[in-house]
């Protein structure tokens, strides 16, 4: 892990924070691990989402425990029903606690949240997919990302810093941006029969080494390389923006991931809020 983030640890719980988003003093920003949290096996501990099969009751005492530690009122949360496409949303005061205790009452079929509302926690869940914090300190307006290798494709990062230039007048120039552990490309291997020939896959900047058809095997993506070329394609300044490069695949002391765990797992959560 680099210098730009920390773990923080409160007693049981364990959670990444981002120094430079910190230090505008402007936001709250976390990405939870797996420790000090309710649930039992396989979603043992702070599994955070309600759509995995855990018991609403332990992930509503989970969410309490991880924003009680961030001075957030849980029940002011407001989250997506992520389904890896590009939609994006913008959050409301009248939109406070949507998806707090239910995944059903979630604002539907997005995967990105933006809003310049201050004291409206934003939060999405994550398991090997890249959570994407971005700050705007002039418009003091924040986003909120969930990009997996659909999100990607999608270009879901780079259209979301469109949005913020059309509905804040946001100048990615100014902007502030943040990775935070996701699968590196160390344990995302994709073989070829899943016909993978997708043009963004080609793309050198976007791989290890570029997918073709022509090399048969298995390709190794680096989603976290690819949403860092989107931020920069949209404006942002290599020097604002922070990568986290600690594998969540790699660290089941730390976190959930959907690859290694074949998908029964619980799931971490990326808050951000405005102060």
Same mark, same amino acid.
């Given at each position: 892990m680099n210098q730009d983030f920390e773990l923080k640890e409160l007693g049981q719980i364990k959670y990444f924070n981002c120094r430079e988003l910190d230090n505008t003093n402007l936001v709250v920003n976390a990405f939870t691990t797996r420790t000090g949290g309710v649930s039992g096996t396989p979603f043992n501990n702070l599994n955070l989402a309600y759509n995995v099969g855990d018991k609403e009751s332990h992930v509503a005492k989970n969410r309490k425990i991880i924003l009680d530690a961030l001075s957030i009122d849980y029940r002011t949360a407001v989250t997506a029903q992520q389904v890896h496409k590009d939609k994006i949303a913008l959050v409301r005061k009248e939109d406070k606690d949507k998806g707090a205790f239910?995944?059903?009452?979630? *604002?539907?079929? &997005? =995967?990105?949240? *933006? &809003? =310049? *509302?201050?004291g409206i926690p934003l939060l999405m869940c994550y398991a090997d997919c890249v959570p994407i914090f971005i700050l705007d300190p002039i418009k003091k307006a924040i986003a909120l990302i969930h990009s997996g290798r659909k999100g990607t494709e999608l270009e879901l990062t780079l259209k979301t810093l469109f949005k913020m230039k059309k509905i804040f007048e946001t100048n990615p120039c100014s902007c502030l941006a943040a990775i935070f552990p996701s699968i590196g490309p160390c344990c995302y291997s994709i073989k070829e029969e899943n016909k993978i020939d997708d043009y963004w896959l080609n793309q050198v900047e976007y791989n290890i080494e570029p997918i073709s058809l022509k090399n048969k095997g298995v390709r190794r993506l680096d989603l976290r390389k690819a949403n860092n070329v989107q931020l920069i394609k949209a404006g942002l300044l290599k020097k604002n923006i922070f990568v986290n490069e600690i594998c969540t695949a790699d660290h089941p002391e730390l976190f959930f991931s959907y690859r290694r765990d074949k998908g029964n797992t619980g799931r971490m959560a990326a808050i951000f809020m405005l102060k």
């Open positions: 239910k995944y059903s009452k979630g *604002i539907g079929q &997005t =995967d990105a949240l *933006i &809003t =310049d *509302i201050p």
